[in-house]
C-alpha cells in the first residue's frame, strides 16, 4: 500500500448550512479543509468575498476550555478511578454526551464554585502563612510573660530588642549595669542568628541606656502590635490556625463532592474542543453575503460517500475532482501491519510527498533486521518481544502507541533471529555454541564483512526504490542513467575492494576482482558520458560527469558506515558476557552472595538492554535516515489533517 | 625496572587504562554538557524529559567502546607469567584509537547534541534530525571501536 491518492473538493453552499456541513464533515472525519487566505489577497477574489471574522469566538471558547481544564485538573486530585499504564479515552455513548450539553448550565455553576473555592483556599492558605510567620516571630519571646504592648510605667521604659549571634550578652549586661545602675537587663532566649533582650530602665536614663545598647547593635523588636503576652498570642494563632486547617478541608471536602461531575466536565470539554475546530474550519472558508466557498482534499476513496452524503443533505454545488499533476495535496499513509509499523521512523525524517512511492513497506524489514543484529541478544529480543505482546494484548492503546508497541514486538523477534544465528543468549558463553550461524564473538572479523554485505543490500534496495519512482513518473531513460550505470560502477568498485575484506581468499576471488576493474571502467565512462546531461553547455556537461564520480568516495563512506550493525552488536554481546562474569565472580558459597549476584545479574543486564536498546534504535534509523533515504527519498509531505472529531478525553459512540 | 618495562603486561594494561580512561573522560564530557543543556530546556518545559534524555545519553557510547575494548584487554593479561613486549605493544596501541578518538568524539559529540536539545525546545518535531546530526559525530567513534578491536584480535 502507499500513499492515499487525494482528489479535490469544492464547495459552494448556503452560509445558513455552513456550521451544518462542516459538522457532517466532522463526524465523517474525510476532508481536510484547506485555508483560503491566500486566495484573498488577489484582487479578483477579494472584491467578491470576505474571511468569516470569528477569532474572537475561537478565542472565547479557548479561554472556555482553559477554565474547564483547570477544574478537571483540580478535581483528578479527587479521582477515584483507577487509572492504568497506558490510558485510553473512555467510550462515551451519544445520549450521555447530548444530556450533558444540553445540562452545560449546570456544569459551569460547577466550574464556577471550584474556581471560587479555589480562590479562597489560595486565601486561607496565605492566611495560614502569616500566622505561621507570627508565631515564628513570637517563639523567642515564649519566656517574656509581661505584656508585650506595654511600653513602660510613668518612670520606666520597657524595651524588646536584639543582638547579633556573636555579641557577648554577659558583658552588655555587666556593662549596662556599671553605666546605668538603674536598669534592669535580661536575656530572654538565643537562637543561632540573634540574642532576644529585655531591657527596663528610668526614662531619665534613656540617653545612656541607648549609647551602650548600641554599641553592641542592638535593635528594637516591633512587639508593640501584639496585645497580651507572647505565650497567650502563640495560643491564640495556632488555634486561628487549626480553625483555618478546618476551613480548608472542609472546602475540599466541599470540592471532593464535585468529583463525581469530572466526567461530565470532561465530556463538556471536549464538546467545547470540537465547537471549536468546527469554528476555526469556519474561519478559513470565504463567504459573499448568503452563500460560502470552500476547498478541501478528500482521499479518492472516500469521496463518493462524501459527495453522496453532503448533496442528499444540503442544496450546494459540491465539485470532486482529481488532483493537478503537479498539485502537491496532503499526505495520508495506509500499509499493512507489519510496514506501517515504521511509519513514524519514517514520519521523524519527513513525508514523502505525492510523486514518490511510500517507502515503508521497504524500510520495516531493513529497519527490523538492523536492529535485531545491533541488539543481538536473543534473550533481550524474547523479553522484548515477550513484554510488547503482553502489552498489546492487556491494554487498550491510542494508535501511535500501538504502531511503536509492534514495532517493538517486531524488532524483537528480529533480535532473537540474529540471537539464534549468532549464538548471543544473556551473553552465556556455553550457548555460543548454538549458534546457527557462527559465533559473533569468536569471529568478528566475519561478521564486518557481512556488515558490509547488507549495507551494499540496503544500498542498492535503495536505488531500486528510486528507479521505481522514476518508472511511475515515465521518465525510462533516468532509469539507466541515474540508476543502472550506478549499479554498474557500484558492483565494480565492490568486486574491486573484494581482496581487502577479511574473509575473502584473495587467490580465488582474482577473476572478480578483473572484472570489477572493467565494470568500474565501464561504469566511469558512462556516467562522465551522462552525469551532466542537465548542465547546457559542453564544459558544463563533462565537469558534472566528471564530479558525479565523487560519489564513489560517497558509496565507500556508505558502505563502511554499515560497520556499526558489528560494533554494537559485538558491544552489547561482550558487555552482556562481562555483566555475567562479574556477578559470578561472587560466588554462592552463601545466601548474601546469592542475592548479590541476582542482583548484578539483573541491574547489569536491564542496563546493558537498556543502552543498547536505545543505539539499535537510532543507530537503525540512522542508517535508514542517511545511507538509505539519501539515494533516494525526496520527502517534504505535509501530514494529512482532517476536519474530525478530536476528543482529549472520551471518545463518542454513535 | 628494565625488567618491568620488557615485561608485556606492562604494556598491556597501561593500553586498557589509555582505552577506558580517556574514552570515559570523553564521555563524561559529553554527557555534562547535553546533560547542562537539557537541565535548561527542561526548567521551561518538563514534558521534554524523554527526548532530552535521549540526546544526552548519546555521547556515552564512546565510554563503553573503551569499557569493552579495556575489558577485553585485562582478560588477555596474566601478571603471574611474563607476556611477550610484542604482544604488549599490540594491546598497548589497541587501547589507543578506542582512547583518543572517544575523548574528542565524546566531547564534540555532546555540544552537537546540546545543540540539538536547543532546536528540539523550539521545534518538538525535530527529535529526528537532531539525533542524526549527533551520530554523525558517533561514526568515528565506531570506526575507532573496530580498529581497537581487530587489533586486539591480533594477540592470541
Known sequence: ?????????????????????????????VVEVTDLKEEMSSEEWGKLVSNEDNAREISELNSKLDKISASIEYLSKFDKRKKGLFSSKRKVSIDDYNTVVKNQDKLWKVIDDISEYDKKLSNLKSEI????????????????????????????TVLTGVVPEIVNTDRLGEELSNEVPESYFEVVSKDREQSYLLVIYLNSKAEDVMRVLKQYGFSKSSLEKFSGTSNENIKSLSKSIKDLENEISSIEEKISSFADYQGDLEILHDYILVERDRKKAAGITLNTNDSFFLQGWVPETSANQVKEVI???????????????????????????????????????????RNEVDPNAITAPFFVLFFGLMLGDGGYGLIMAAVSIFVLLKFKLEEDTKKFMK???????????WGALLGGWFGIEALGKTALWFNLTDEPQKMLSFSLLFGVIHIYAGLGVKAYNLYRQKKYLDIIFDVFFWYVMFTGFALFLLPYIPIVDKEAVTGLVRLGKYLLVIGAVLLILTQGRHNKNIIGKIIGGVSSLYDLIGFLSDLLSYSRLLALGLASSVIAAIVNQLALMMGFSNILKVVFVVAVLIFGHLFNFAINALGAYVHSSRLQYIEFFGKFYEGGGTAFEPLKVNTKYINLKY | MKEFLTDGNFWAILGATIAFFVAAIGSSKGVGIAGQAGAGVLTEDPGKFVPVMILEALASTQAIYGFVIAFLTIGKIDISTAMALKDGFVLFFAGIPVGIVGLVSGIIQGKVAAAGIHMIAKRPEGLGRAITLALMVEMFAILAFIISFLMLGEVG
Not at chain 1, 515564628?136 to 520606666?156: Q, S, V
Not at chain 1, 488532483?323 to 514520519?347: H, M, Q, R, W
Not at chain 1, 514495532?407 to 533471529?417: I, V
Request: aromatic content about 8%; charged content about 25%.
Open chain 1, 1 to 29: 500500500m502507499a500513499i492515499v491518492n487525494m482528489n479535490k473538493l469544492s464547495l459552494i453552499g448556503l452560509k445558513s448550512d455552513k456550521e451544518k456541513i462542516l459538522e457532517t464533515f466532522m463526524k465523517m472525519g
Open chain 1, 129 to 156: 502563612n502569616k500566622n505561621t510567620n507570627l508565631i515564628l516571630n513570637l517563639k523567642p519571646w515564649e519566656k517574656l510573660d509581661i505584656l508585650l504592648d506595654m511600653a513602660g510605667t510613668k518612670e520606666t
Open chain 1, 311 to 353: 448533496e442528499k443533505k444540503f442544496d450546494c454545488f459540491l465539485e470532486i475532482t482529481e488532483a493537478g499533476e503537479d498539485e502537491d495535496f496532503p499526505i495520508l499513509l495506509v500499509n499493512k501491519d507489519f510496514a506501517s509499523s515504521v511509519e513514524s521512523i519514517t514520519e521523524m525524517y519527513s513525508l514523502p510527498n
Open chain 1, 407 to 417: 514495532l517493538m514486538m517486531y524488532c524483537g523477534f528480529a533480535t532473537m533471529l
